[in-house]
C-alpha cells in the first residue's frame, strides 16, 4: 500500500495534541525498551528518536485499543490483532493518564474531540449524520486471512 | 518511514463509516503509470475521516495507497484530458505533487471537492470549536435578550478588534441574518476564533469560510443538511467561476484563428 509519506512527515511538524518523551517497546518479542520522543498528532502517534527531526514511525490511531499495563505504563494495540501491543513507560500514573484519555480522543469522529456530541443535543442521531448506508457498526475483529496480500 | 500498514489496511477495509465514495480517475500517484491515450486510470476511491484510500476494485482485499489529508486544499483543475471533471488535492509540504483525480460528472466532482476540502481533522476541529462557540454565545444572548436576532451583543470581549465584515449577499442561510454580530468570525490576516487555530495553518476553505463573517448557526439550526448545504454554497460558487473563466476565453480563440 503506498501512501504520502513527506506528508506524514509533514504533519509530524505540525503542533502536537501532547508530545513527551517516553520508553517504547515494539510488538515483537524479545524488543528492548527505548526512549523515544513521542508526538500525538490528529489521530496519528510519531516516534521519534530524542533529538532526531524526522520520525521513525508513525501508528495510525483507528481502531486501536489503549489500556493500562503496569503503573505508569500503557500499550496500543489494534483490533485485528490485540496480542500485538505497543508498549509505553511513562514517568507517572498520572503522565500515563493523560496519554490514554489523549489516545481516546484521537479519532476521525467529532464525539471524540468535544467529549461530548454536538449534534446529539439536536438529536441528530450519529447513523442519520455519517453514515451512507444502513449497515450497523461492526465492532468485532477482522479475520487474519484477509490480511495475508499485505506486506 | 515506518507505519502500522496493516491496521492501516484494515481500517480501510473495515466496515466503518465513510465519509464519501465513489469511481475517480487518477494520474501519476506515486508508481502509477500513464496510460497510453492520457486518461487516467479508474480506481475505486473511499474517505474515512482525512484518510483517502484507494483500491483497484471495489472488492478489493487491500488498499493501493492511502492519501492523509491534512495541510491541503482542494481545487477545481484542468485535466491532462478535456472535459474532465478534474480536481486536485494540493499540499502545503515543500516539493511535493498535487494529487490529480477527475469525477464521472459535475455532481459527482463537486461532492468529491466538498468532501475532501472538509476531511482534514483541522478542519474539523476548527468547525465544531467555531459551532461550540457561537453556540454558547447564541445561548447567552437569548438569556440576556428576547428578540436575539435584532439587537447587536457587544457584551464579549475578544483580545483581537478587527473590522467586522457586514454579511455577505452570498449568504444561502435559511435562518436571519441579522443575528447579533457577537458570534460572527474575525477577517483572515487577523487573529482566527481560538487562540491555536493558527496552529493548524489553515488555508484553502476553511479560511475562506471563516473570513466571509457568516454564521452558519443559530440557536435554531437543529438540521445538519442545512449546514451542508450552507458550506456547498462555496463549490458552486468556484465551479461557476471556473466555467466563466472557461467560456471567457473561447472568443480569444476565434479572434486568433482570423486571418
Redesign the interface.
Known amino acids: 500500500?503506498?501512501?504520502?509519506?513527506?506528508?506524514?512527515?509533514?504533519?509530524s511538524r505540525?503542533?502536537a495534541e501532547m508530545a513527551a518523551e517516553l520508553g517504547m517497546r515494539g510488538p515483537k518479542k524479545g524488543s528492548v525498551a527505548k526512549r523515544r520522543l513521542v508526538k500525538l498528532v490528529?489521530?496519528?502517534l510519531f516516534y521519534f528518536r530524542p533529538d532526531e527531526a524526522?520520525?521513525?514511525?508513525?501508528?495510525?490511531l483507528?481502531?486501536?485499543r489503549v489500556a493500562q499495563e503496569e503503573p505508569g505504563g500503557f500499550s496500543i494495540s489494534?483490533?485485528?490483532?490485540l496480542s500485538r501491543k505497543y508498549h509505553f513507560e511513562c514517568c507517572s500514573q498520572e503522565q500515563c493518564q493523560e496519554w490514554m484519555e489523549a489516545l481516546r480522543r484521537a479519532?476521525?469522529e467529532?464525539r471524540k474531540?468535544?467529549g461530548k456530541d454536538?449534534?446529539e443535543q439536536?438529536?441528530?442521531s450519529e447513523e442519520?449524520?455519517?453514515?451512507?448506508n444502513s449497515?450497523p457498526?461492526?465492532e468485532q475483529t477482522?479475520t487474519g486471512s484477509?490480511?495475508g496480500?499485505?506486506? | 518511514m515506518k507505519l502500522n500498514k496493516r491496521s492501516v489496511a484494515h481500517y480501510a477495509l473495515s466496515d466503518s463509516p465513510a465519509d464519501h465514495t465513489g469511481f475517480l480517475r487518477t494520474w501519476g500517484g506515486p508508481g502509477t503509470p500513464p496510460t497510453p491515450s492520457g486518461a487516467g486510470r479508474r480506481y475505486w476511491f473511499v474517505l474515512k475521516g482525512n484518510l483517502l484510500f484507494s483500491f483497484e476494485s471495489k472488492e478489493s482485499r487491500a488498499p493501493l495507497s492511502l492519501v492523509v489529508l491534512e495541510g491541503c486544499t482542494v481545487e477545481l483543475a484542468e485535466a491532462p484530458v478535456p472535459e474532465e471533471f478534474a480536481f486536485a488535492i494540493r499540499f502545503d509540504a515543500p516539493g511535493v505533487r498535487p494529487h490529480l483525480l477527475a469525477a464521472d460528472g459535475q455532481v459527482a466532482q463537486e461532492a468529491w471537492v466538498k468532501a475532501l476540502s472538509r476531511a482534514s481533522f483541522g478542519y474539523m476541529r476548527l468547525v465544531v470549536r467555531e459551532l461550540e462557540s457561537q453556540l454558547q454565545d447564541a445561548r447567552q444572548s437569548l438569556a440576556l435578550h428576547r428578540c436575539v436576532f435584532q439587537k447587536s451583543v457587544t457584551g464579549c470581549n475578544k483580545p483581537q478588534a478587527p473590522d467586522r465584515r457586514a454579511p455577505g449577499p452570498e449568504n444561502g442561510h435559511l435562518f436571519p441574518r441579522d443575528r447579533n454580530s457577537n458570534g460572527s468570525v474575525e477577517e483572515r490576516g487577523s487573529r482566527p476564533v481560538g487562540r491555536d487555530l493558527t496552529e493548524w495553518g489553515l488555508q484553502g476553505p476553511a479560511s475562506l469560510l471563516l473570513s466571509r463573517g457568516q454564521s452558519p448557526v443559530s440557536p435554531e439550526t437543529s438540521c445538519f443538511s442545512t449546514l451542508h448545504d450552507w458550506y456547498g454554497k462555496e463549490i458552486t460558487e468556484l465551479r461557476r467561476g471556473w466555467q466563466q473563466r472557461a467560456k471567457g476565453s473561447q472568443p480569444e480563440s476565434k479572434q486568433q484563428s482570423r486571418p
Open positions: 500500500m503506498r501512501y504520502n509519506e513527506k506528508e506524514l512527515q509533514a504533519l505540525q503542533p490528529v489521530n496519528f524526522e520520525p521513525l514511525g508513525a501508528l495510525l483507528e481502531r486501536c489494534f483490533v485485528e490483532d479519532r476521525n467529532i474531540m468535544t454536538p449534534l439536536f438529536g441528530i442519520a449524520r455519517f453514515q451512507l449497515l457498526r461492526d477482522c484477509q490480511l496480500v499485505l506486506d
